[in-house]
């Protein structure tokens, strides 16, 4: 194990490395969660449907995504998918948002079928369409209630890009990695990189909090 003061002097000597690392683990896990929400609202409304196709295709998605591994779907879309040349980044950023989108679903389904049906039932009254209601009325009471557990998908996402250091992606943990191998000083380099996650995930805690306390407020 590392003296105190030598991890402290390395965190501290290394931050330009890891600098470019942790912008780029920011921007995967952002574009991976954004897309993730739009999938995961997507196949929600899939699920709740009355149409039986659609609620099967929802279903296949969700099983396929939540019965195999992360790192695997990772792969097919990089490795599986050479003649198409997709990016390492998209590659990445795609697979998380794949894989978030399956249980941001099921986030949405809970939070929407958590609505007393009769608010439903009040905008057909008032003339809205079904759309419309459910636009209107439905989800932004179900974003409100599915915002604890979508932060807490935000946070998993983000210690999930960690991943993408097995297609050579340099975000944090790569380049953690990439500088024990250099030096034969891993437990150093692991520490710190454990560091860098922790603060991101503080930092993104306090942030849902407060958006939580904000929306709270409002109402």
């Given amino acids: ?6 991890f402290f002097e390395t965190l501290l000597e290394s931050y330009p490395v890891f600098f470019e690392g942790l912008w780029l683990t920011i921007r995967v896990t952002f574009v991976s969660v954004l897309i993730a929400v739009f999938i995961g609202l ?20 969700i ?33 998380l948002a794949l894989h978030n989108g399956a249980y941001i679903a099921e986030i949405f389904r809970g939070s929407i079928q958590s609505i007393d049906k009769g608010q439903m039932e009040a905008g057909r009254s008032l003339g809205m369409s079904h759309t419309l209601a459910m636009r209107r009325i439905i989800l932004p009471q179900a974003f409100r209630r599915a915002l604890p557990p979508l932060g807490n998908q935000f946070i998993i996402g983000l210690k999930d890009s960690s991943l993408a250091a097995f297609i050579a992606l340099p975000e944090l943990f790569s380049v953690a990695t990439t500088q024990g ?28 909090n407060l958006l939580e306390k904000r929306l709270s407020a409002s109402d």
């Fill in 1 to 6: 194990m590392p003296t105190f003061a030598h």
């Fill in 181 to 208: 191998a250099r030096t034969f000083d891993e437990m150093t380099y692991l520490l710190i990189v454990a560091v860098y996650y922790l603060v991101l995930v503080l930092i993104f805690t306090l942030l849902v």
């Fill in 42 to 61: 997507f196949f929600a409304l899939f699920k709740i449907s009355q149409s039986k196709t659609l609620n099967w295709i929802a279903n296949v998605y």
């Fill in 63 to 95: 099983a396929i995504i939540r019965g195999t591994p992360l790192i695997v779907q990772i792969f097919i879309f990089y490795f599986g998918l050479t003649e198409f040349n997709i990016p390492k980044f998209w590659a990445a950023s795609i697979g």
